[in-house]
């Protein structure tokens, strides 16, 4: 069974601590995982695709990573505006143009 | 400004009301989908549209439907609504999958209570 776990569920960061946030997938076969950010009750925001291990993507302070099993958001120096729900997803090769499969999310919480 | 949107965003109905919540894009998109969003389970689909008149189920579609006779709209119809629908909504939309998947966008989202 396709399966995407986000780790840890919550993350309390002090502004400027950086720290990294886990995704682990067990697909048959990936097509591309995708990094989204969403605000409370707001609708998910886009943030990265990657679609083969050893990709990385970059933008602002935020690095994201892939390897056969597992992605990583690496976020650097944050700042209380950093603060929401990540989300991870996967497509998988036998859902080719339909479903992503999203984890439950990591809440993060800078502080100042 | 490429969007998602969504009407209504609040709605609060009583079991059995018929009901659809509106979705429409603006970036010419083939593939459309909506999510529920609830609590401890996460983003999960329920209907998408591959292109005009393709829809199909995904994970949970149990007591939606869904119609997709124009390219920029596909609305979501629950003919009877129970309180176990009560959740928050959203409508995504991609450019069609030409070997590699794109990201979807996803519009603001619909609370919808049902009493």
Known sequence: EDQVTQSPEALRLQEGESSSLNCSYTVSGLRGLFWYRQDPGKGPEFLFTLYSAGEEKEKERLKATLTKKESFLHITAPKPEDSATYLCAVQAQHQAGTALIFGKGTTLSVSS | EAQVTQNPRYLITV????????????????????????????????????????????????????????????????????????????CASSPPDRGRPYEQYFGPGTRLTVT
């Open chain 2, 15 to 90: 079991t059995g009301k018929k009901l659809t919540v509106t979705c429409s894009q603006n970036m010419n998109h083939e593939y459309m989908s909506w999510y529920r969003q609830d609590p401890g389970l996460g983003l999960r689909q329920i209907y998408y549209s591959m292109n005009v008149e393709v829809t199909d189920k995904g994970d949970v579609p149990e007591g939606y439907k869904v119609s997709r006779k124009e390219k920029r709209n596909f609305p979501l119809i629950l003919e009877s609504p129970s309180p176990n629908q009560t959740s928050l909504y959203f």
